[in-house]
């Protein structure tokens, strides 16, 4: 099996990977440029192990829900290059204004991840770094409508119905799949929702 990471594996008991399925995390780190403002963001913990499992120094990390930037920080602060999308402008324009690139790049675009075009410019952005493929995608869409995360038409938590949040999602998961190195991970972080009592799993 191809290794998809820098970790040695002599020395895995030394590295910060968590071996368990279940992982469990004491205390969200607040650490760099985490604030944990945004109601809605996942704990930096989470990309973070991610990004260390499936993506060698160099490679990219693509989000298309980046929200307020838990992902694009984590790939920074491991040296990965990043291309993220929110659908609301005033998110991508606060990450941007946080982003410091040094030796990799971090690219953001506002748009709807749902939506073909949108994915035309992040093909842009990496023909313009001479790229074919992301090799990592972290996908962290709102839970159906548990948080409503903005009133645009488009926004995945203003779906009317589980079919329409599932439709929209799927769209996302088809454009993602097209971009992603072949054989590479594409990792999902999801809750489940509940109305009237009753638990629907997503
Ligand atoms: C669960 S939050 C992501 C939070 C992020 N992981 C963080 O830690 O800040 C989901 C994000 O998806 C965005 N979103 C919803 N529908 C979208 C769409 N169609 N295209 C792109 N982004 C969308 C929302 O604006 C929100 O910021």
Known sequence: MPIFNDLILENWKESEILTDSLWII?????????????????????????????????????????????????????????????????????????IEPKNNFSDLIAGDSAKFETFEKVKEILKDHRKKNVQLAILHPPYADIIK????????????????????????LINTIKILENGRYLAIVIGDKYTAGKWIPL
Do not use: C, M, W
Request: aromatic share 14%.
């Open 149 to 172: 995360f903005s009133d645009l038409k488009n926004d995945l938590s203003n779906a009317k119905s589980l079919k329409e949040f599932l439709g929209q999602f799927a769209e996302v």
């Open 26 to 98: 004491l205390e969200r780190d607040k650490t760099g440029k985490h604030n944990g403002f945004y109601h809605g963001n996942f704990i930096p913990q989470i990309p973070h192990r991610f990004i260390l499992r499936y993506t060698k120094k160099n490679e990219i990390v693509f989000d298309p829900f980046l929200g307020s930037g838990t992902t694009a920080y984590e790939a920074e602060s491991l040296n990965r290059n990043f291309i993220g999308i929110d659908i609301q402008t005033k998110l991508v324009d606060y990450v941007k204004k946080n």
